[in-house]
């Protein structure tokens, strides 16, 4: 089994890192340009967020495909064909002559975006020893924070200096250059053992996990969790490019480096999940992100970047120690366990500007905390019924 610091260690996690830091800035790199493009294309606020939710929604689709068949065939490989497939997609969507074909772009995108988020987390479980995964489950969940940072710092600099035609070009050689590094890093799975991949056994472990009380509270919560983090920051886009803020698509790029205290709250989640608990830390990430959302609410510019900058913490730290709880606590068919999380996680982002909308048109931005914190209280709740559970002894609090 690969050890904490060691040199497997870091070749491993440093690739999957940058895996990560390559699919989350695909995903994200459309958000900064919503209101530009909204604009040239003459679309409503639900209408333009296609171009970002058919992306999360296809992804988290294509996670029942990946995770099962990765189970049968290896995890690298797959990894490796998924990638190569979003840069192909990525380069293609420079091509696109209309909103329609960008939209569809992204959805084709969005099914090879899967790949390596599905199959991750199941290799680290596969090859890493207890302590070495609990770390590396938070490092790599940091470069997904810092995918999804540079994502939109390229989608509002770049979309603004170049247009967003060429946007998708730059993103291509990026990705290009990402799919190089992690062939080059990550080791040949030592650990892997192949099982047999047929239609009936695949949705047999599906079922297991979703029958399984301990994994289907946490899917819910990682799901319901990320419904409305991410389309805050959708909605909070459309308020600062009008009056009073007008910001341009460059700076509402910048407020997007609130991902960083995401980075260091999944960073610290995998150290305090060994001290405290990982529901306890899901717990406090749901608390802290309740405070940011309402704190959002101010006027003041920068108490709303700050309040961002909470939310981002508070999230990355409950995701982080809810994705390795997942790994911890499937016996079999960890890349299934896992995709499953995820589906949850991206249906959750696809669809969490559908219940957002109402609120959005009845309140503005008021509305959209109000129907924030009323899904944030459930989360909250679910995490309160996994550790009545543990206090019972039904299930390993560890």
């Not at 060429?166 to 050689?173: A, I, K, P, Q, S």
Request: proline share 4%; hydrophobic share 50%; with cysteine.
């Amino acid at each position: 089994m690969i050890e904490s610091g060691s040199k497997p260690f870091w070749r491993a996690t440093i690739a999957l890192c940058i895996g990560s830091f390559m699919i989350f800035a695909n995903v994200y790199v459309t958000q900064p340009i919503l209101p530009e493009l909204q604009r040239e294309f003459a679309l409503t606020t639900l209408e333009v967020s296609w171009s970002f939710t058919v992306t999360t929604l296809m992804l988290g689709l294509s996670l029942l495909f990946y995770g099962p068949l990765s189970d049968a065939v290896g995890r690298r490989p797959l990894m490796l064909i998924s990638m190569a497939g979003v840069c192909l997609c990525t380069l293609l969507l420079s091509q696109s002559e209309s909103f329609a074909a960008l939209v569809l772009l992204r959805g084709l995108q969005g099914l090879f975006l899967g790949g390596l988020p599905a199959i991750a987390i199941a290799y680290m479980g596969d090859e890493y020893s207890r302590k070495a995964l609990l770390l590396a489950v938070g490092l790599y969940i940091s470069g997904n924070s810092l995918g999804g940072i540079s994502g939109r710092l390229i989608g509002g600099f770049v979309g603004e200096w170049l247009g967003w035609a060429d946007l998708f070009l730059v993103m291509g050689l990026v990705s290009c250059v990402c799919l190089l590094l992690f062939w080059w890093l990550l080791p040949v799975s030592r650990q892997f053992s192949p099982q047999p991949l047929n239609l009936s056994a695949m949705l047999s472990r599906l079922w297991d996990h979703l029958s399984n009380p301990l994994l289907l509270l946490v899917y819910l919560v990682g799901g319901l969790n990320f419904f409305i983090f991410i389309n805050q920051y959708s909605y909070i886009t459309f308020v600062l490019s009008e009056a009073p803020y007008s910001l341009s698509p460059v700076w509402i790029g910048l407020l997007f480096l609130t991902y960083l205290s995401g980075t260091v709250g999944s960073t610290l989640s995998g150290r305090l999940a060994q001290q405290y608990g990982q529901l306890n830390c899901i717990k406090a990430g749901i608390l802290i992100l309740i405070s940011g959302s309402l704190l959002t609410l101010s006027s003041a510019l920068p108490l709303i970047v700050t309040g961002f900058f909470i939310n981002s913490f508070g999230f990355f730290f409950a995701h982080s120690s809810a994705s390795s709880w997942v790994s911890h606590q499937a016996t079999h068919a960890r890349a299934s366990a896992s995709s499953l999380y995820l589906v949850f996680y991206y249906l959750g982002a696809s669809s969490g500007g559908f219940y957002l909308d109402p609120f959005w048109h009845w309140l503005g931005w008021e509305g959209v905390v109000l129907g924030s914190v009323m899904v944030l209280l459930i989360t909250l709740s679910l995490t309160l019924s996994l550790s009545s559970l543990s206090a019972r002894g039904m299930i390993r609090a560890h």
